[in-house]
């Protein structure tokens, strides 16, 4: 029988901070809604330039997306490709999109670095197999393309060589892209945190934001412990957003598809069994519609492997057997290893693809990461918290994409499910 934890593994063995929970101040410089790696980081910038900042989070620090995440970072370019992008925005804005990914990822590098951050983090590389002929062709294709941006580079691994990659004969071949990493996520998130509290930010868990008002004085926050007038409002709620959503954040629960990603940790394995199935401690992932992403643990130790979830509810032993057997797919070997931990959580789609960023009816926000937040959400804070600023490096490509939603769409996907039993049967017809 399958038994595991709904515990996130990241969360084990993890001292969380604890926040000193001050009244809540009357007035304050900026509220921010989400403690989140979005909200965290848009408050260290902040703070550093002498604002004062509350963020709340209607979760404690680590129930959200950032705790508990598959801790992959990259440049996370676009799903459309460049020729896709091209078609829809003309080449020069689509190469604006694909290089702004390039430019996230070394932010992120020299954000860690400066700050000293200890979560783990490498810069490992992505394999990404191909489970068809055709597959491997398309890749490569798209990919050489991609060799247009500054800092892209990839290698091309043949069927011949593929267990220098990855113990599973699964693909037929696959791509190295060396501008990916990992790290633990619920230590990065911490860390943050950590950070936050020494500069003066203000936390408070559990405390849901309601409705936001502008005033003559500002903008008034009502939270379920009490009320605040901020000069600035952030939103960054990304998946959350339509759980706890009122009045005031209809407009981007209408702009957002809430999407459960799930993930497992098998039990602790051997060194070398471990080195055989992640010989170079890569992250990685296929060409599956059904997006999978698996590596080693950063202690490699165990295996963790992330897909989509069942439904929209956190199922921990439906996801867990679910997410079991399309890793066993990939290595068969591990039918009869156990899986201790099964834990999942939301991520926020937008309707092109794109995250967004910028300032709605008086009110700041970056969301819509797509499934691929941990760079983004690090480096747009940084963009959104000069622009708060006021200083000047604060444009990013995504700043006049439209924020789309679509007709009779209000916050509820009601049709992934179908969509997500599509791509199964795609991919499966097409032997993925
Ligand atoms: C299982 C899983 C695996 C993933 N793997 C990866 C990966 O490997 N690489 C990658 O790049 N991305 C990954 N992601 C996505 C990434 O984790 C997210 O995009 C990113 O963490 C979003 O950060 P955030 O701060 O914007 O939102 P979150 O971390 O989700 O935080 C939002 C917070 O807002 C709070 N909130 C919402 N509404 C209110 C309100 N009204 N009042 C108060 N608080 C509120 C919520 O409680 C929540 O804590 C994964 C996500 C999941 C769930």
Not at 195 to 205: P, Q, T
Request: proline share 4%.
């Amino acid at each position: 029988m399958l038994q595991f934890q709904d515990t996130p593994y990241w969360h084990i063995g993890i001292k969380k901070p604890t926040f000193p929970t001050p009244e809540i101040p009357k007035v304050i410089d900026v509220v921010i809604i989400g403690g989140g790696f979005t909200g965290l980081s848009t408050a260290l910038h902040l703070l550093r330039s002498g604002r004062t900042v509350a963020i709340f989070d209607a979760m404690t620090i680590g129930d959200g997306a950032s705790g508990k995440n598959g801790g992959m970072v990259g440049p996370s370019l676009h799903k459309l490709g460049l020729e896709g992008l091209t078609t829809k925005y003309g080449n020069k804005k689509a190469m604006a999109i694909l290089q702004e990914g390039m430019h996230a990822i070394e932010f992120f590098k020299s954000f860690i670095t400066k700050e000293s951050i200890d979560c783990d983090f490498e810069m490992t590389g992505r394999f990404r197999g191909a489970t068809t002929q055709k597959a491997i062709e398309n890749i490569i294709r798209d990919s050489e393309k991609l060799t247009a941006l500054k800092g892209f580079h990839f290698d091309v691994v043949k069927k011949q060589d593929i267990h220098s990659e990855i113990g599973s004969d699964l693909y037929q071949g696959g791509i190295v892209y060396h501008q990916d990493g990992g790290l633990h996520p619920f230590k990065l998130l911490c860390e943050l945190a950590k950070k936050v509290i020494s500069r003066g930010g203000l936390v408070f868990e559990k405390t849901l934001v309601g409705n936001t008002y502008q005033t003559p004085n500002g903008i008034k926050v009502e939270t379920e412990k009490g009320g605040l007038t901020a000069r600035d409002v952030v939103v960054a709620s990304n998946g959350y957003t339509k759980k706890f959503a009122r009045s005031t954040r209809k407009y981007f629960s209408k702009r957002l598809l809430p999407i459960t990603s799930a993930m497992i940790a098998s039990e602790q394995l051997s060194p070398d069994f471990i080195n055989r199935l992640f010989p170079n401690k890569r992250m990685h992932g296929g060409n599956h519609r059904l997006v999978q992403y698996y590596r080693a643990s950063p202690d490699h130790k165990r295996v963790l492997f992330g897909a989509r979830g069942i439904d929209t509810y956190d199922r921990a032993i439906q996801n867990g057997k679910m997410l079991k057997k399309h890793l066993c797919k990939i290595f068969p070997e591990l039918e009869t290893v156990k899986i201790e931990y099964s834990w999942s959580g939301k991520v926020a789609y937008t309707f092109d693809h794109a995250p967004h960023l910028g300032k709605q009816d008086g009110i700041y926000y970056a969301m819509g990461y797509c499934g691929s937040g941990v760079t983004r959400s690090i480096y747009l804070a940084n963009k959104l918290a000069n622009r708060i600023l006021g200083i000047d490096d604060y444009q990013t490509a995504f700043d006049d994409l439209p924020f789309e939603s679509k007709p009779f769409y209000t916050g509820k996907p009601w049709f992934m499910p179908m969509v997500l039993k599509w791509h199964s049967f795609l991919d499966h017809i097409e032997g993925n």
